[in-house]
């Protein structure tokens, strides 16, 4: 507000009744997995995922672009702007770059637990690096990545960030005693092989001799499954790292979280994510966040803050960037926001 002329420049527009918020921050995607919305079973937990994903048969590359896009530009419609996502795929995050329905950061997912699948990866995400100097390299989880390729993660960072799945399955933490369902998963697959840095250690200890929370961001999706002693122990050792809640994923994986107080209670920042179309019905964090107040776990206010102000400051994303969506005709309130008619863009 001011007096006198306005500056040269300057104008005006003047708004019907409606609601205008900051962009909202989707910090958890697989944007490249748009593909298989609808084609899987869920309620069965990650590992038979993971398995029903291996029977599926990919389309063709421009048909995966095309159904991306169009997952971007529904999820735009609804203030959805910023993502952190990650990719398989060495050639889809130049892809994200150059669309103009994306904005964000773009992390490189190198997968193999056996030493030699790990070694292929490795020499293969060294070359894949070299080509393109915007990716940020990242583990998938403790029983998705080995030592190597966490070795080789933490040699070539380029923000001094991390995205990780943690505890995400509900036997995860008893993979280095050679116990539970995770362990049993890498076995049917062929991937398992006992390694000395992890055999009979506990899983946090692990990740932090492999310098794996040792980064200044450290954004650690889901936490389904982390019992009460390690979110302890990630409060005190890790109190600057954030936890990305993908609360409508959860639910079709039927993941039942029972760590709702002790992680809010926490000081790990909180932030919202879709995961894939896989899991999820679309990328709208709008949606995720109706979904969440639907079952009453966090407050609107929480829930806003974790979508924009907590997210710009966690990911780093300068106060110019962040555009502005107006809801034409609706409440500040998540169901009359949805149902908006008429959602644009203030400030691109």
Same mark, same amino acid.
């Given at each position: 507000?001011?007096?006198?002329?306005?500056?040269?420049?300057?104008?005006?527009?003047?708004?019907?009744?409606?609601?205008?918020?900051?962009?909202?921050?989707?910090?958890?995607?697989?944007?490249?997995?748009?593909?298989?919305?609808?084609?899987?079973?869920?309620?069965?937990?990650?590992?038979?995922?993971?398995?029903?994903?291996?029977?599926?048969?990919?389309?063709?590359?421009?048909?995966?672009?095309?159904?991306?896009?169009?997952?971007?530009?529904?999820?735009?419609?609804?203030?959805?702007?910023?993502?952190?996502?990650?990719?398989?795929?060495?050639?889809?995050?130049?892809?994200?770059?150059?669309?103009?329905?994306?904005?964000?950061?773009?992390?490189?997912?190198?997968?193999?637990?056996?030493?030699?699948?790990?070694?292929?990866?490795?020499?293969?995400?060294?070359?894949?690096?070299?080509?393109?100097?915007?990716?940020?390299?990242?583990?998938?989880?403790?029983?998705?990545?080995?030592?190597?390729?966490?070795?080789?993660?933490?040699?070539?960072?380029?923000?001094?960030?991390?995205?990780?799945?943690?505890?995400?399955?509900?036997?995860?933490?008893?993979?280095?005693?050679?116990?539970?369902?995770?362990?049993?998963?890498?076995?049917?697959?062929?991937?398992?092989?006992?390694?000395?840095?992890?055999?009979?250690?506990?899983?946090?200890?692990?990740?932090?001799?492999?310098?794996?929370?040792?980064? =200044?961001?450290? +954004?650690?999706?889901?936490? #389904? /499954?982390?019992?009460?002693?390690?979110? !302890?122990?990630?409060?005190?050792? @890790? *109190?600057?790292?954030?936890?990305?809640?993908?609360?409508?994923?959860?639910?079709?994986?039927?993941?039942?979280?029972?760590?709702?107080?002790?992680?809010?209670?926490?000081?790990?920042?909180?932030?919202?994510?879709?995961?894939?179309?896989?899991?999820?019905?679309?990328?709208?964090?709008?949606?995720?966040?109706?979904?969440?107040?639907?079952?009453?776990?966090?407050? =609107?206010?929480? +829930?806003?803050?974790?979508? #924009? /102000?907590?997210?710009?400051?966690?990911? !780093?994303?300068?106060?110019?960037? @962040? *555009?502005?969506?107006?809801?034409?005709?609706?409440?500040?309130?998540?169901?009359?926001?949805?149902?908006?008619?008429?959602?644009?863009?203030?400030?691109?």
């Amino acid at each position: 507000m001011g007096f006198g002329k306005p500056p040269s420049g300057f104008s005006s527009l003047v708004l019907e009744e409606g609601v205008l918020v900051p962009a909202m921050v989707n910090s958890h995607t697989h944007i490249e997995l748009s593909w298989m919305k609808g084609l899987l079973k869920g309620g069965h937990g990650v590992h038979d995922m993971a398995k029903e994903m291996r029977g599926l048969q990919p389309p063709s590359a421009a048909e995966k672009r095309r159904l991306a896009l169009s997952a971007l530009k529904e999820a735009r419609s609804q203030g959805t702007w910023f993502y952190t996502d990650t990719s398989n795929d060495p050639d889809f995050p130049g892809f994200l770059r150059d669309s103009v329905y994306f904005e964000g950061k773009n992390y490189f997912e190198i997968l193999g637990f056996s030493s030699e699948r790990s070694a292929e990866r490795i020499a293969a995400a060294g070359k894949i690096m070299k080509e393109d100097n915007f990716l940020l390299p990242t583990i998938h989880s403790p029983y998705g990545s080995s030592p190597s390729i966490m070795k080789f993660v933490r040699e070539h960072e380029r923000d001094n960030s991390i995205s990780i799945h943690l505890f995400e399955a509900s036997e995860e933490s008893m993979l280095p005693m050679e116990r539970g369902r995770t362990y049993r998963f890498l076995q049917e697959i062929g991937q398992y092989e006992r390694h000395d840095e992890m055999f009979q250690k506990p899983l946090l200890d692990y990740l932090f001799e492999q310098g794996m929370l040792s980064f =200044k961001k450290i +954004l650690l999706a889901h936490l #389904t /499954y982390a019992g009460v002693s390690e979110i !302890e122990l990630l409060s005190k050792h @890790i *109190p600057h790292a954030a936890w990305v809640l993908t609360q409508r994923s959860n639910e079709f994986l039927g993941q039942n979280r029972k760590n709702w107080n002790e992680l809010l209670n926490s000081p790990l920042t909180l932030l919202l994510g879709t995961d894939s179309l896989a899991t999820a019905p679309d990328l709208s964090i709008l949606n995720e966040m109706l979904r969440i107040r639907e079952r009453d776990f966090i407050s =609107k206010e929480r +829930l806003w803050k974790a979508a #924009t /102000y907590d997210a710009y400051n966690y990911l !780093e994303i300068h106060p110019s960037r @962040i *555009p502005w969506f107006f809801f034409a005709g609706a409440k500040p309130d998540l169901s009359s926001m949805e149902a908006a008619e008429k959602i644009f863009v203030l400030r691109d």
